[in-house]
């Protein structure tokens, strides 16, 4: 019954894609809103997609290193909105929970899918609180809260806000492309300084480590031409932060993007999508579904060149009982020309197999 429940969802979302289907009117996206927390760390539940998203690494006290992902990601299928059932799923839920662990060899994934209601799943408003299930991810002033249980892995993680968000686009306005309809409010938390425990294989470890929060919500995020993306938020060493992301079209070809920096001493300087490049160096690809991913990257930023080279090849997330993709979503370290490492943080590769729908 599970398998056939997360079918249904995966279902429900691919013909709430069609606008045909949809009886609602989901609100656009525009230039000039003011991003503003903690009031847009909760839902906004009017929009169609969104999602929050945090990554980072981890040590043990023996200095072993650990990757790790929660996402909670919501929907709104707009349809039948009207009917008074509690039943009807006017928000569906998601949720992906990963570890990257070098022993294992792969990524070690689960994942999660509900209705919203009931007192099972819920995206409060506000203010930062979703969960599914015993799976959470809530705030308490500048204190982040992230709790995933599985059958191999569990992750009880505290994460503190150390800077201000970093607003990615004009503002937090994220263009997609080149219509401006095709866009998102996007922020992220770079620097959260990261304390807890994890559990592999019911061995449970203290850790303590840097993680990243993204938070993102659009009703129209890509047009037709995009096939996926490629992205990367990356905490530097020296305190700075960097977000760089890319929208690819059929031929693999770059036709969108941008970039956000922050640097000590200076404002965050956001880069347009004619001032970024990325030139894959290495590929893997998974004996599980045949897709080939770039696992290794250069990047360039304005005069800025950064490599990165991932904690493992294998981060393949086979998220399709749920939210229906298929993407490489891992651990980085990350290097300037000359070899010496300057920060870590979170690749995330889509569109390489099927392409992505939302």
Avoid at 123 to 134: N, S
Avoid at 246 to 255: K, L, P, V, W
Avoid at 299 to 323: K, W, Y
């Amino acid at each position: 019954m599970k398998g056939i429940a997360q079918t249904f969802l995966v279902l429900l979302l691919i013909v709430s894609a069609t606008p045909s289907v949809a009886d609602v009117e989901f609100p656009n996206v525009v230039p000039g809103y003011s991003i503003e927390l903690p009031r847009d760390e909760g839902s906004h539940p009017h929009f169609r997609t969104e999602w929050w998203y945090l990554t980072g690494w981890l040590e043990s006290e023996s200095g072993e290193p650990f990757g790790f992902q929660l996402t909670f990601f919501r929907n709104r299928p707009g349809v039948d909105e009207d009917n008074p059932s509690k039943f009807v799923a006017r928000q569906v839920l998601f949720a992906h929970a990963a570890v990257s662990d070098q022993r294992h060899g792969a990524l070690l994934r689960a994942e999660k899918s509900a209705r919203a209601g009931f007192g099972l799943a819920e995206a409060a408003e506000g203010t930062l609180a979703v969960k599914i299930d015993d799976w959470s991810l809530r705030q308490d002033g500048e204190r982040y809260f992230a709790v995933a249980s599985t059958n191999e892995f569990a992750l009880q993680l505290e994460c503190v806000r150390a800077q201000p968000p970093l607003l990615n686009g004009k503002n937090g306005f994220s263009q997609k492309g080149p219509q401006p309809e095709f866009a998102s409010y996007y922020y992220s938390l770079p620097q959260l300084q990261t304390t807890g425990r994890i559990s592999i294989g019911g061995r449970q470890q203290r850790v303590r480590g840097v993680a990243w929060f993204d938070h993102e919500w659009s009703s129209g995020m890509f047009d037709e031409r995009a096939r996926g993306w490629d992205w990367v938020g990356l905490n530097l060493d020296d305190g700075g932060a960097l977000m760089v992301q890319r929208i690819r079209d059929n031929a693999g070809q770059q036709y969108w993007g941008g970039a956000t920096l922050r640097e000590s001493g200076s404002e965050d300087r956001n880069f347009a999508h004619d001032e970024i490049a990325w030139s894959p160096q290495r590929r893997w690809r998974s004996s599980r579904t045949g897709v080939t991913y770039p696992v290794e990257w250069k990047i360039t930023v304005g005069e800025r060149t950064i490599l990165l080279r991932p904690l493992l090849d294998d981060q393949e997330n086979d998220a399709r009982a749920s939210t229906g993709t298929l993407y490489w979503e891992g651990a980085v370290r990350a290097f300037d020309e000359r070899g010496r490492a300057i920060g870590r943080g979170y690749l995330e590769l889509t569109g390489y197999g099927e392409r992505l729908r939302l």
